[in-house]
């Protein structure tokens, strides 16, 4: 086990204030009859087993880098700034092996110079990316930081793959930190994180790393897609997300029923349902934009944190708690009071 | 446990349709997937103390049969 608390708020520093929101969707809608044909199955299945009815798809001209660039742009646009100190990107998918793609995206937003780089955590990645962030604000090394989840995971996903083809769809949404006092509202709470790589198995592309390169001429085309072993993966995020909030919350002097909002990676509805079914915490409580979206990976918490506060459902003054799981395996669950006079930015 | 427990995990917490889970039901045909074993597995451990995993609920004929597992395993403990 090993859920570590990082605790960015006691008395080492300025905490990490969120200022700024912003997401960004590819337009292009992919409704379940859709892909259906391929993988013989059926919207009712995957709206009853998985909790999807669409998901976006990033056009082909379309990759990672750019979907960061506006959500970034659109989160930047919302904390009504125009630079930062840093810029952390979390994705699984980014533009190429080599270089990182967070450079790139702080070029293209006007951020000459800015230290920029991407962290790999799986759908856990934004949520590790936030806490890379009150690192550096209360290390004072930076004082405003731009940390942007962002994917196009249809660049890992083999469309004929029943287990994964229905589940994961594109998108980026993105957060500006700020440095602040560490009880103010908005201010990340103690993060609870840990990571089980005798598990890295359960979630994973075997082809294109360091690992295979010796046998890069007989790799068969599937093993460039993601691989996922579901049962395990369900048990393993039911159990370590559960523990982490459970943990967060604690660090953080709450109490579950204290807990106006969960906000869960959106792996799988039925994830979610039983992760806030075991914390006690009631399907009003628990926003939800997988129908919609489906799971984006390290997009996810930041695109629902996008969506649910621009429709009205994260209102100041509500104790939200964060939890994320995924490939690595990797878990990360924090918690803030969300601010007064944010406004999230989808377009 | 009885039937009846079983069947109100399995569709107010697993989120499975009612109709289909019959105490005669074979797991297939009540709806029940492996998904909603590893749910119930955790439901059971969680809620009631009993560790019984997926793989052994899945051993159950029918719905009823899961019910009479659970229970031996909660005596067992």
């Known amino acids: ?347 | 446990m009885t039937f009846e427990q079983v069947k109100e995990i399995l569709t107010d917490r697993c989120g499975l349709p009612s109709a289909p889970v019959t105490p005669d039901a074979p797991l297939a045909s009540a709806g029940v997937d492996s998904m909603a074993l590893v749910m119930l597995s955790l439901h059971l451990e969680d809620r009631f103390g009993v560790e019984i995993s997926e793989d052994q609920l899945s051993t159950a004929t029918c719905v009823d049969d899961m019910a009479k597992l659970i229970s031996r395993y909660a005596v067992s403990r």
């Open chain 1, 1 to 347: 086990m090993t859920d570590t608390p990082c605790a960015p708020d006691r008395g080492r520093g300025a905490a990490a204030v969120l200022t700024g929101l912003g997401a960004w969707l590819p337009p292009r809608r992919v409704p379940n009859s859709e892909l259906c044909n391929r993988i013989d199955s059926s919207d009712q299945w995957i709206r009853e087993r998985i909790g999807i009815a669409e998901r976006r798809f990033a056009e082909p001209h379309v990759a990672t880098g750019d979907m960061a660039v506006e959500a970034g742009a659109r989160a930047m646009a919302s904390a009504g700034i125009g630079a930062v100190d840093a810029l952390v990107l979390a994705s699984n998918t980014p533009d190429r092996p080599c270089p990182a793609t967070a450079p790139w995206v702080a070029h293209r937003l006007g951020l000459p110079a800015v230290a920029a780089f991407d962290v790999m955590a799986g759908c856990s990645g934004f949520v590790y990316a936030c806490t890379v962030a009150a690192g550096l604000i209360a290390s004072g090394t930076a004082r405003r930081v731009l940390v942007i989840g962002a994917e196009t995971m249809t660049a890992l996903v083999n469309p004929l793959d029943r287990a994964t083809a229905p589940i994961f769809g594109d998108g980026a949404g993105a957060a500006v930190l700020e440095a602040g006092a560490p009880h103010a509202e908005g201010a990340l709470g103690p993060v609870v994180w840990g990571s089980d790589g005798s598990l890295s198995d359960a979630i994973s592309v075997p082809a294109g790393g360091a690992r295979g390169r010796h046998r890069r001429n007989r790799t068969a085309p599937e093993e460039h897609f993601v691989h996922m072993s579901g049962n395990e993966v369900f048990r393993h995020a039911v159990r370590r997300m559960t523990a982490a909030a459970r943990h967060a919350a604690a660090e953080a002097g709450w109490v579950l029923g204290d807990v106006d909002r969960l906000i869960a990676h959106q792996a799988n509805q039925r994830i979610t349902a039983t992760v806030a079914d075991l914390l006690e915490i009631p399907a009003a409580r628990v926003p939800s934009n997988i129908e919609q979206v489906g799971n984006t990976a390290a997009a996810s918490v930041p695109l629902l944190l996008a969506h649910a506060a621009d429709q009205g459902e994260l209102k100041p003054g509500h104790r939200v708690l964060l939890v994320a799981f995924g490939s690595g395996l990797a878990w990360a669950a924090t918690t803030l009071v969300w601010p007064a006079g944010l406004s999230a930015r989808l377009s």
